[in-house]
């Protein structure tokens, strides 16, 4: 089992539509981190969380952390949030390196 | 661009051969790190620095593998006698020294070997 699961593996949506996409780990962790990956490699951070539910404009992220679960939200999906979203977790014993899921294929269709 | 510069952006060598990619980090960042990633799969943590000090190595860095950062600014990662299975994404990252500090990610080089 790895130590971090992303669900749903795929997710295509209509544009408009209210996304949420899951993330569980089973590690003691001191931050867990959302990012985006598009075509070609990049990625970007999009949130870093140790408790509560943090906000950039239509995405939200909240973290459960005596269930070990992390939501992260799109509002209002538009075809430009298509992309691979990643959720990554430090570990309280490994210092600063991530340890991260295997991600979630958003298509948003128009 | 998220300040984090990676080259070359795709490499293509024969089985055998050896290959060095560099990443240029964010200049006030202390730590910077190497990750792998293969097709559908997340990262892999391979390595990470302190300034020029190596603090971590995965199992996944075999002999073959060798990363520096000699100065404490830009960083290589050497793959010698390339093989077929190294064919991945190699991702470069680096962040301030605090443990739960933002990462910034390279765009990635991307290898594949023949």
């Known amino acids: 089992k790895n130590e971090v699961e992303q669900s749903p593996q795929n997710l295509t949506a209509q544009e408009g539509e209210f996304i949420t996409i899951n993330c569980s780990y089973s590690?003691?962790?001191?931050?867990l981190h959302w990012l985006q990956q598009h075509p070609g490699g990049g990625i970007v951070s999009l949130f870093m969380?140790?408790?509560g539910k943090k906000k950039h404009g239509r995405l939200i992220a909240t973290i459960n952390i005596q269930e070990k679960h992390s939501s992260l939200h799109i509002t209002a999906s538009h075809p430009r949030d298509s992309a691979v979203y990643i959720c990554a977790v430090g570990r309280e014993t490994s210092g600063s390196r991530l340890t991260f899921g295997e991600g979630t294929q958003l298509t948003v269709n128009p | 661009d998220t300040g984090v510069s990676q080259d070359p952006r795709h490499k293509i060598t024969k089985r055998g051969q050896n290959v060095t990619f560099r990443c240029d980090p964010i200049?006030?960042?202390?730590?910077l790190y190497w990750y792998r990633q293969t097709l559908g799969q997340g990262p892999e943590f391979l390595t990470y620095f302190q300034n020029e000090a190596q603090l971590e190595k995965s199992r996944l860095l075999s002999d073959r593998f060798s990363a520096e950062r000699p100065k404490g600014s830009f960083s290589t990662l050497e793959i010698q006698r390339t093989e077929q299975g190294d064919s991945a994404m190699y991702l470069c990252a680096s962040s301030l020294p605090a443990s739960n500090e933002k990462l910034f990610f390279g765009s990635g080089t991307q290898l594949s070997v023949l």
């Open positions: 590690v003691g962790i001191s931050a």
């Open positions: 969380l140790s408790s």
């Open positions: 200049s006030e960042h202390n730590r």
